[in-house]
C-alpha cells in the first residue's frame, strides 16, 4: 500500500491566523469568548474548548463585570455586529474574520456605494455570506446565485451597473462560467476575482491526485463548505472519495486499496490529518 499526502494540506493561512489569535489571548490568562464557531471543524472546536474558550451566540450574555476577549469568526459578522461589539465597554475585540473574507467586505461596501447592484455566487445559509450582504448599500440590489442557471435568469435590466463577487471557498471553474455569461450579457460590469487562491490550489492538486489513487479520503468536517466542494471536484475524477472526520471512520476497509490519497479542507488542522495518517502506520507513506 501506498498513501500520496497532498502538499497543500491542513489550515489555511487565515484560520491559521485566527488560531493564534485565540490561543495567544489564552496564553495571557484572559477569559475568550469566540462569537460564533471560529471554524467549521467540530475536532478543533472542541480542543479550543478544552483550552478554556467558550462559544456564545449572543454578546449579551457575556459577564462584562471583569476585562475579558471576545474573538470575531474567520467568517466574518454583520456589519451592524462588528458596530455594536466596537462600542462594548470592559470587552478586547479581537477581528479573526480571514483577511481575504474582510476584503471582500470591503469590496461590496466601496462598490455598492458608487451604486453598483451585486450578484455574489455563494451559499445564502453560509455565515460568510450571511455577513456579506450586510456591507451592501441600501440604495442598491444585491442577488446571491448558487450556479451558473440562477445567473441566466437574472432579472436585470442591461445598463444597470453590476458588481461581481464570490464567496471565498467557491469553485473556481463555475465561477468563471459565471463571469463570462454575465460579462457578456451586461456592458457596465466591474469583476473581481474573490475566491482564495489557497483554495485554488486545493482544488488543482486534488484533481492531480484523484487521477492517480484508488482511494482519496477528504480529512475535514462534514458541514464544512471547503471541504465538501474537494469531494465534489473529486468525484469528478474517482468514483472511491469519502470525507472523514477522525481517525475513528477509518474502516477495515480501506486498507485493501493499494494507493490511497489523503487531502483535507481549509479549517482542517494538522494534528487531524496526522492522526488519520498514523492510522495506516502499518504502510509505507509518501508525501
Sequence with gaps: MKIRVAKNIGFCSGVNRAINLVENELKKGNKVYILGELLHNKQEMDRLQRLG????????????????????RTHGVARSVYEELLRLNNINIIDGTCPIVKRNQEITKEWTNKGYNVIIYGD????????????VSPSVKSYIITCKEDAENLDILEHDKILVISQTTKQVD???????????KYKNIKVFNTI?????NREKEVVEIAKTVDLLIV???KHSANTNKLMTISKNYNNNVI??????EIENDFFNYRHIGIISGTSTPMWQVKKIIEKFSTVECKT
Design 219 to 221: 480529512v475535514g468536517g
Design 53 to 72: 474558550i467558550e462559544v456564545v451566540e449572543d454578546v449579551s450574555i457575556i459577564n462584562t463585570n471583569f476585562r475579558c476577549s471576545l474573538v470575531i
Design 196 to 200: 482564495c487562491k489557497e483554495t485554488i
Design 174 to 184: 463555475e465561477y468563471k462560467k459565471i463571469c463570462d455569461l454575465l460579462t457578456t
Design 124 to 135: 445564502p445559509q453560509h455565515p460568510e455570506i450571511t455577513a456579506l450582504i450586510s456591507y
Design 243 to 248: 470525507i472523514v472526520s477522525s481517525e475513528d
